[in-house]
Nanobody
């Protein structure tokens, strides 16, 4: 089993910054893509940013230039630096990881989510 533990959410004023962290632990032989998604009330979960083990990144248009995803492969941890936050960034943020076990079977795991609230 693999566990993803998120941290770093909270309440911040518009224009402020937050840094989310997500650490993977458990029986992962290797981790391919790690990502951050978010879900606001009444909305579907949407991709925020993703990063491969090689460092290639992908961002939602709404966060380009404001958010930066990074990862520390040695620590199996992914980060999301969020700057110039807007009220519309308010959501529960979830991390995920595509984990391969020793038989190279890949499974997708999700964290429990961390609340980010941006006040105007």
């Amino acid at each position: 089993q693999v566990q993803l533990a998120e941290s770093g959410g909270g309440l911040v004023q518009a224009g402020g910054s937050l840094r989310l962290s997500c650490a993977a632990s458990g029986s992962c032989f290797s981790i391919n893509t790690m990502g951050w998604y978010r879900q606001a009330p009444g909305n579907q979960r949407e991709l925020v940013a993703a990063i491969t083990s090689g460092g290639s990144t992908d961002y939602a248009d709404s966060v380009k230039g404001r958010f930066t995803i990074s990862r520390d492969n040695a620590k199996n941890t992914v980060y999301l630096q969020m700057n110039s936050l807007k009220p519309e960034d308010t959501a529960v943020y979830y991390c995920n990881a595509r984990c391969r076990d020793r038989y190279l079977v890949e499974r997708l795991y999700w964290g429990q989510g961390t609340q980010v609230t941006v006040s105007s």
